[in-house]
């Protein structure tokens, strides 16, 4: 029988609603049974994509024994930590806190108040390596929960405490300046990989914030190591495994410091963030391949992760089935010389093998390889390169594809329609503006609709359960923005204007501070509060950057003063852990340079629009159109006619403003392009 996940809309907890486990979606009713069952909860936190999460769940959540013990003593409650953010990262301090790591399948023992008393993360079906068994586990929950459940409460009681104490310290008065950036340069310089490029050792993730940050600093200062240190490390990435040299797009990050093997699952919000690094990369330095990259990495965006509805999906899985029709990771994805030669015959293969890195013993598993670009093979033919390629994509495509997570998540989406809106601007790819505009109708339709308050997801154009958290207001914020910059429509700067005005006044404490969940939102054993930016930025960081661009287009006091308050984390963070916190010092590269308003009176998409928005000043704000007068579509528009007739450049900063121009090259000039 399928159990009550059935109704769900979240492509993980269905991947679930079959399983003989009596599984519960995380609710007041679930907790309602344990207290009346007097047992605790089981709570089992995964997400679509997580090849460790499909393997324990095939070993024991599909196991006949394992689940009606379990249905017997606990109350199953299973939550996908991309729908619910704040139950994920609320537990996961817990377990960190506890055994020193975390990740998923995350485990947690609960009782029915929710408290955390016992965790692990995968456990194997047999003991193993140290390691109980998932059985022994539940075996020894239940004997401490029946005959020392006072010990139970105290650990439990005493986890709960030490969570509610650790609030955070807030980053003090002020906002960072010259002195706190110019130590977190000093500290990524440290970390920088100078062979392979990237930071730290393996695993390595693509660094796509510290990235940004570091091309905004060169913008701002001329500082040339910033610069190479972004394109280092952006090349490397672009010619390793990590990124797919067939279909393009980036995988989730690197299991050694070279880049060669990925962890193969591909997200939106990894993709979308280093579309639009890429995209400024070419606009810092006009390399072909930083453009290159740039394209394809929107157009596999478009390709494999776009939904009916026209909003994007969250990921690919890693695992795919094989030539024998087993489950394996990186399947659809590597070569061995044997099958480039089926697709290729013998003079091609031998040449993809040299351009791709394909060697007999292999670079991943059984004799496999991961394409990449070694490059050590001297000049090559450019069409007999796309050929080839052409080739290998069509053969590959004959392949079962990896699964996908249909949900769409507003934070992610919201970085997509940044990217593909900017990238499409660049380019002249008016369909990739057009994509960037359809996803954002989505957002404002189906995750908007009838509420007002943004929920954190949809499937099949039919909104989830649960609430919008800080990072969907910050990066959807962000994607509208952007999105008004390119298409000088300023109704996405009212969108935008309207979900932070909810940050104001649901999200934001005492001092700046920021909360992840808004003040009405379901109240969990601690309010989850994190400024650090990991895979995605941090919803902290994320309002601030869109808190800041939305004062520069209306002059807004209020959004100023709460980008300001929220800064003062980074001014904290910035010089100690850089790596973590690389949008906030991508935010704070704007607010040292203004950051710049620029009002373009003229045709949206003319040569003076095109120049504004390659203009490399960070955060810089564009507003563009022909209206002038209290009818034009931007606050920055209103009182600035045209010069002689001509389009004309406004630009400002800090209150002062240049002399307008008519010249698209003295724009260039005032915006570092």
Not at 62 to 77: K, Q, R, S
Not at 245 to 273: C, T
Request: charged share 25%; proline share 5%.
């Amino acid at each position: 029988m399928a159990n009550r996940l059935a109704q769900t809309t979240s492509p993980y907890l269905l991947q679930h609603a079959d399983n003989p486990v009596d599984w519960w979606p995380w609710s007041p009713e679930a907790f309602e049974e344990a207290r009346k069952r007097d047992v605790p909860v089981l709570l089992s936190v995964g997400y679509a994509s997580c090849h460790w999460c499909h393997v324990m769940a095939h070993e024991s959540f599909e196991d006949e024994t394992v689940a009606a013990y379990l249905n017997a003593h606990f109350v199953p409650v299973k939550v996908d930590r991309e729908e619910r953010p704040d139950v994920d990262a609320v537990y996961m301090e817990a377990v960190q806190a506890a055994t020193g790591h975390g990740g998923w399948p995350m485990t947690v023992f609960l009782t029915p108040d929710a408290e955390p008393f016992y965790f692990g993360t995968y456990f194997p079906p047999e003991p193993r390596h140290g390691s109980p068994s998932f059985q022994q586990v539940l075996e020894g929950v239940t004997t401490a929960w029946t005959d020392r459940r006072e010990e139970v409460a105290e650990v439990a009681g005493r986890i709960v405490a030490d969570l509610a104490g650790r609030s955070l310290v807030h980053g003090g008065d002020g906002v960072p300046g010259e002195s706190e950036v110019a130590q977190a340069l000093l500290g990524l310089t440290r970390e920088f990989d100078e062979q392979h490029g990237g930071f730290g050792g393996a695993p390595k993730f693509p660094p796509a914030m510290a990235v940004e940050f570091l091309l905004r600093h060169y913008a701002r200062t001329g500082a040339e190591g910033a610069l190479q240190m972004a394109a280092d490390t952006c090349a490397a990435m672009a010619r390793g495994g990590i990124y797919d040299q067939l279909g393009g797009g980036f995988a989730r990050y690197s299991v050694d410091r070279e880049w060669i093997v990925p962890h193969f699952e591909k997200m939106l919000y990894d993709n979308a963030l280093l579309c639009r690094v890429y995209a400024h990369l070419w606009r810092a330095t006009g390399s072909d391949e930083a453009r290159r990259i740039a394209l394809e990495t929107a157009d596999f965006m478009v390709r494999e992760l776009r939904t009916a509805e026209g909003g994007f999906a969250s990921a690919l899985d890693a695992d795919s089935e094989d030539a024998e029709g087993r489950h394996v990771e990186g399947a659809f994805y590597v070569w061995t010389p044997e099958q480039l030669r089926e697709v290729l015959g013998e003079d091609d293969a031998a040449f993809a093998a040299a351009y791709f890195g394909v060697t007999e013993e292999g670079t991943f598993e059984e004799g496999a390889s991961v394409l990449r670009l070694p490059g050590d093979t001297g000049p090559v033919d450019a069409a007999r390169v796309a050929g080839v390629r052409a080739r290998l994509l069509a053969a590959r495509d004959e392949r079962p594809h990896p699964g996908r997570d249909d949900k769409v998540v507003a934070a992610w989406n919201g970085l997509a329609i940044a990217a593909l809106a900017e990238t499409g601007a660049y380019f002249d790819r008016p369909d990739l503006v057009e994509r960037a505009t359809e996803a954002a109708d989505l957002l404002v339709r189906v995750h908007l609709g009838e509420v007002a308050r943004l929920t954190r997801t949809s499937k099949d154009g039919r909104a989830g359960d649960n609430a919008g958290v800080l990072e969907d207001y910050g990066d959807v914020a962000e994607g509208f923005l952007a999105l008004a910059a390119v298409t000088g429509e300023g109704a996405w700067l009212e969108f935008a204007g309207f979900l932070l005005d909810i940050v104001l006044e649901q999200f934001t404490g005492e001092g700046g501070q920021l909360y992840d969940t808004a003040h009405d939102a379901e109240q969990l054993i601690r309010r989850p509060q994190d400024p650090t930016d990991s895979a995605t930025p941090s919803g902290w960081t994320a309002a601030a950057g869109a808190l800041l661009s939305y004062a520069a287009y209306t002059g807004s006091e209020a959004h100023r003063t709460a980008a300001e308050g929220a800064l003062g984390v980074v001014k904290a963070l910035g010089p100690r852990v850089p790596r973590f916190v690389g949008w906030g010092l991508a935010v704070a590269e704007a607010l040292l340079d203004g950051p710049r308003e620029v009002a373009v009176a003229g045709p949206v998409g003319g040569e003076l629009h095109r120049t504004a928005l390659l203009g490399r000043a960070p955060g810089a704000v564009v507003a563009a159109g022909e209206g002038a007068g209290a009818g034009a579509e931007f606050p920055l528009l209103v009182d600035r006619p045209l010069v002689g007739g001509e389009p004309t450049a406004y630009v400002c900063r800090h209150f002062v403003c240049d002399a307008p121009t008519t010249d698209a090259g003295e724009l260039a000039a005032k915006l570092g392009g």
